[in-house]
């Protein structure tokens, strides 16, 4: 089945050292997302790439990175963790068409980051 | 920029029994969308709403977009314990963009 994985399910880093998660996605679609999902929040976006355009939302902390080597994987590098980046971290796809509007995203399971 | 109030916050219901969640935004609604979210899993893509007055269903959920595309509406009848999770409303921000509620906790009660 065509889906969105995201690796690890959970990860644990200390703080300060970098972490990077991992995204990949088998449905071939043009856009691809960052979350950041603190608890009983709303997901925020931090960036998406639409093919290889990088889109970085105007509050994401420089702290936050991401790169996209082709269609199928997208990664997200946390620099120097600190503990108020303990979040789950939500990866989405979604393929606007040719009218370039937003159609449903497609989520990933999430990767829980916990800082100690 | 857009901002989607969801009410209630939380809600507890007996299985069963119909229940209604709302997502009021803060600007005319383009594109509205629902997602269900089991807790720690990642959102499921439940409907798309675009027009006015516009109403779909899938299995006993329905939702529906006031005519003023303001509002939204998911109703859910007879509900069952697999309803249970976070249900949240998503709206259209520019393109390739969704901005997310705060989303409606659900638990039902055997």
């Known amino acids: 089945d065509a889906m969105v994985i995201q690796n690890p399910r959970y990860q644990v880093t200390q703080f300060g050292k970098p972490v990077t998660l991992s995204c990949s996605q088998t449905?071939?679609?043009?856009?691809m997302y960052w979350y950041q999902q603190k608890s009983s929040q709303a997901p925020k976006l931090l960036f998406h790439?639409?093919?290889?355009?990088?889109?970085n939302e105007a509050d994401t902390p420089d702290n936050f990175q991401s790169r996209r080597p082709n269609t199928s994987f997208c990664f997200l590098d946390i620099r120097s963790p600190g503990l108020g980046d303990a979040a789950m971290y939500l990866c989405a796809t979604s393929n606007p068409g040719t009218s370039g509007f937003t159609y449903e995203q497609y989520f990933g399971p999430g990767t829980r980051l916990t800082v100690t | 920029s857009q901002e989607l109030e969801q009410s209630p916050q939380s809600l507890i219901v007996q299985e069963g029994k119909n229940l209604t969640i709302n997502c009021t935004s803060s600007?005319?609604?383009?594109?509205l969308y629902w997602y269900k979210q089991k807790y720690g899993e990642g959102l499921i893509f439940l409907m798309m709403l675009q027009k006015g007055g516009e109403e779909k269903s899938h299995e006993k959920i329905t939702a529906k977009l006031d005519e003023k595309k303001q509002q939204s509406s998911l109703h859910i009848t007879a509900s069952q314990p697999s309803h249970a999770g976070i249900y949240l409303c998503?709206?259209?921000?520019?393109?390739?963009?969704?901005?997310f509620g705060q989303g409606t906790r659900l638990t039902i009660n055997p």
């Open positions: 790439y639409y093919d290889k355009d990088f889109n």
């Open positions: 600007k005319t609604l383009y594109g």
């Open positions: 998503g709206a259209t921000q520019g393109a390739q963009k969704l901005v």
């Open positions: 449905l071939n679609h043009n856009v």
